[in-house]
C-alpha cells in the first residue's frame, strides 16, 4: 500500500482523482478549482427572499391602486352611459308623460316614446279648397286631419296623443286625447284616426305625436352589489302604472339589462309632483369593494 497522503477533496475508496459528491466544483479561467457550500447557498437565498419581500411592499400597493382605478373607471363609464341613456330617451318622450312608482323594493320609472311628431290644420283655408281638412278638436264624429309641414310616418299599432298636459282628459295613459291610428304607412300628409268622442282642446301649438307603446326603466338595488337596472319596452300603455316585473305587462315585454353592480337607485319626483317633467335620477354601483354615485336631472319639454 502506497503511503499517498489523500487530498482533501478525496475520500478512501474513491479511485485516484476521484472527487467527494459533498461538494459543487468549478474551474476557473486559470485552472484553480472553486465551490460554495450549502451555508453559502441559504444565505443567499434568504438573502433573496428579504429583498423580494421588501420590493413586493412598495409595488403592491401601486398595482392594488392601479387596479381599484381600473375598477372605479369601469363602473363611472358604464353608470354614466346609463344615465345618458335614459336622459336621451325621457326628453324624446311625449310631454308630461313619465311617472314614477316603487313597490318591492324596486323604482319603475315610464314614459312614452315620441314615433313622430307634427303640427295640425286647425282651420280650413279658403283660398285652396284642397287643404280644408282641419283637426276640428270639438267634433266627435272628426276623424282625420292634415299635417303642416314635413310628413309623417305612422307604423303599425300606432297611437295619435293631442295635447297631454298629464292629468284628467288630458291625460293619454287614463283621458280622451289619445286615439288609434288608422293611416298606416310612410310620407303621410293626412293622418286618420278613430273617431270616438271630442278631444279635451287644442295643443296650444296645434302639436300632435304618433307613439307606439311605453317604455319602463325598472331599478332593484341591493347592499351586496346584485342589483339590476332593466329596460322594458314594446308593450301597449296602460292606465295603471306597471309596479312588478313578474305580472303583465312587463312579464311579456321585450327587456334588455342595462346595468349591474347596483347598490342604490332612485327616481325622483314621486308621482304627486311629476308634471313638474324634471326627473332626477341617483345611480350608486359596487364592484370589488369600490364604489361610484352619480346624480343627473332631466328636464323634458312640457309643451304640449
Known amino acids: 500500500m502506497s503511503g499517498r497522503r489523500l487530498s482533501g477533496h478525496e475520500q478512501p475508496g474513491l479511485p485516484s482523482g476521484a472527487r467527494s459528491p459533498a461538494f459543487a466544483l468549478r474551474a476557473s479561467a486559470g485552472g484553480a478549482e472553486e465551490g460554495f457550500t450549502l451555508l453559502e447557498l441559504v444565505i443567499v437565498i434568504a438573502i433573496l427572499g428579504i429583498l423580494s419581500a421588501s420590493v413586493s411592499v412598495f409595488i403592491a400597493n401601486p ?21 345618458r341613456r335614459i336622459v336621451r330617451e325621457v326628453q324624446g318622450a311625449v310631454p308630461n308623460s313619465a311617472r ?8 319603475f320609472l315610464e314614459f312614452v316614446p315620441i314615433v313622430d311628431a307634427g303640427r295640425y290644420r286647425a282651420a280650413a283655408s279658403n283660398n285652396y ?8 278638436v270639438t267634433d266627435s264624429t272628426d276623424s282625420s286631419f292634415q299635417v303642416l309641414g ?7 299599432g300606432s297611437q295619435l296623443v293631442v295635447l297631454n298636459l298629464g292629468y284628467g282628459n288630458a291625460n293619454l295613459y287614463s283621458g280622451t286625447n289619445i286615439r288609434t291610428v288608422t293611416s298606416i304607412g310612410a310620407a303621410l300628409q293626412t293622418i286618420t284616426f278613430t273617431s270616438t268622442t271630442a278631444w279635451p282642446g287644442d295643443s296650444p301649438g296645434y302639436r300632435f305625436y304618433i307613439v307606439n307603446g311605453a317604455v319602463t326603466y325598472a331599478c332593484t338595488p341591493n347592499a351586496s352589489g346584485t342589483g339590476t337596472l332593466k329596460r322594458y319596452s314594446g308593450y301597449a300603455i296602460q292606465a295603471s302604472q306597471p309596479s312588478a316585473t313578474s305580472s303583465a305587462p312587463l312579464s311579456s315585454a321585450t327587456s334588455s339589462l342595462v346595468l349591474d353592480d347596483v347598490t ?41
Open 150 to 156: 314635413p310628413t309623417v310616418n305612422v307604423p303599425t
Open 63 to 83: 398595482v392594488r391602486a392601479y387596479f381599484e382605478t381600473i375598477d372605479r373607471a369601469t363602473l363611472t363609464a358604464a353608470g354614466n352611459s346609463a344615465i
Open 264 to 304: 342604490g337607485c332612485t327616481f325622483t319626483p314621486g308621482p304627486a309632483s311629476v308634471d313638474l317633467n324634471a326627473v332626477q335620477m341617483a345611480l350608486q354601483l359596487t364592484r370589488s369593494g369600490e364604489t361610484v354615485s352619480l346624480y343627473s336631472q332631466v328636464h323634458a319639454p312640457n309643451n304640449p
Open 100 to 107: 314614477i312608482t316603487a313597490s318591492g323594493g324596486t323604482t
Open 129 to 136: 279648397p284642397t287643404q280644408n281638412d282641419p283637426l276640428v
